[in-house]
């Protein structure tokens, strides 16, 4: 989707379609499942959980992060990943909503 196409959609649609972007790789599904099992993580640790080099990691976890779904705090040397609970509950709350209208809205005539 161009940049200068967004404005046709919703403000909501836009958001639904930028999260889905974000988790639309199974590095970054693997990386979500991880930080949510552990409750946090450094880089090196998803390095050796996923099996991916370190600058591959760090792209998804940065294309995570620029979607809000992730948070870092630096400790030392070291950042540190968890789960943006907000954000986390906005990506649930929004997915829910889409696939409850399918079940709502399709009648017979589907």
Not at 23 to 45: E, F, M, V, W, Y
Request: hydrophobic share 40%; aromatic share 6%.
């Amino acid at each position: 989707m161009g940049v200068t196409q967004t404005h046709l959609y919703t403000e909501e649609q836009n958001e639904i379609a930028q999260l889905a972007k974000a988790i639309a790789h199974p590095a970054r599904i693997a990386i979500l499942q991880h930080l949510i099992k552990t409750k946090s993580c450094i880089n090196g640790d998803l390095v050796l959980e996923i099996g991916l080099a370190q600058a591959t990691i760090s792209q998804h976890l940065r294309e995570l992060k620029d979607a809000g779904l992730i948070q870092g705090t630096i400790e030392g040397t070291r950042v540190n990943y968890c789960i943006d609970s907000e954000k986390w509950d906005a990506l649930k709350s929004h997915f829910e909503d889409f696939f409850q209208s399918y079940a709502d809205g399709c009648g017979p005539a589907c």
